[in-house]
């Protein structure tokens, strides 16, 4: 593909994804799930899995009317990459601001800002750009560390055992 139609397709996906911010900050359920194809699916920090436009809209809608309400994204891009013709690996860097509380497990940095990082799958159907899957991950803070509110600090691949051990599941130690 030569390189100007490259940036012509880049202008596109950028303009899908400040779409997919803007809808965010707008608590725009419906607008927000545009950004998704119908048979999209979104993995959560927790490893907990939405499948479809519909389910990934409905759980950000319930995300808007409790913990999240009021609160406002910014991404930027950490890098991309061409995996085929019409698909195309985004990775986010996620700031979310003004959340009314953390998520369980959650953790905020000293400005009150929950950063995370988004690994979006884009495929292009018809000349438009959507997300067909994300993996959204939470950094940790320091592994084996109880958060401020008494919960453990984990990731998604990691079962706690112990406060001072992590045990991946399906790994021995």
Same mark, same amino acid.
Request: charged fraction near 20%; proline fraction near 5%; hydrophobic fraction near 40%.
């Given at each position: 593909?030569?390189?100007?139609?490259?940036?012509?397709? *880049? $202008?596109? !996906?950028?303009?899908?994804?400040?779409?997919?911010?803007?809808? *965010?900050?707008?608590?725009?359920?419906?607008? @927000?799930?545009?950004? @998704?194809?119908?048979?999209?699916?979104? !993995?959560?920090?927790?490893?907990? !899995? *939405?499948?479809?436009?519909?389910?990934?809209?409905?759980?950000?809608?319930?995300? *808007?009317?409790?913990?999240?309400?009021?609160?406002?994204?910014?991404?930027?891009?950490?890098?991309?990459?061409?995996?085929?013709?019409? !698909?195309? %690996?985004?990775?986010?860097?996620?700031?979310?601001?003004?959340?009314?509380?953390?998520?369980p497990g959650g953790h905020a940095d000293a400005y009150g800002v929950i950063r995370s990082h988004l690994k979006n799958i884009l495929t292009q159907r018809?000349?438009?750009?959507?997300? %067909?899957?994300?993996?959204?991950?939470?950094? %940790?803070?320091?592994?084996?560390?109880?958060?401020?509110?008494?919960?453990?600090? @984990?990731?998604? %691949?990691?079962?706690?055992?112990?406060?001072?051990?992590? $045990?991946?599941?399906?790994?021995?130690?």
């Amino acid at each position: 593909m030569a390189k100007h139609e490259d940036d012509h397709e *880049w $202008v596109a !996906v950028t303009a899908m994804l400040a779409r997919f911010i803007e809808s *965010w900050n707008r608590a725009d359920g419906a607008a @927000y799930g545009e950004s @998704y194809w119908s048979d999209a699916e979104l !993995v959560g920090p927790s490893g907990q !899995v *939405w499948t479809g436009r519909a389910a990934i809209a409905r759980m950000h809608m319930d995300l *808007w009317d409790s913990i999240f309400k009021g609160s406002r994204i910014g991404a930027t891009v950490r890098g991309r990459r061409r995996l085929g013709p019409d !698909v195309l %690996l985004v990775d986010l860097d996620l700031d979310l601001r003004d959340a009314h509380q953390l998520p369980p497990g959650g953790h905020a940095d000293a400005y009150g800002v929950i950063r995370s990082h988004l690994k979006n799958i884009l495929t292009q159907r018809q000349g438009t750009w959507r997300i %067909l899957s994300v993996l959204q991950s939470i950094p %940790l803070l320091n592994p084996g560390v109880l958060a401020s509110c008494g919960q453990p600090v @984990y990731c998604s %691949l990691c079962t706690l055992t112990d406060p001072n051990t992590f $045990v991946t599941p399906g790994l021995t130690q």
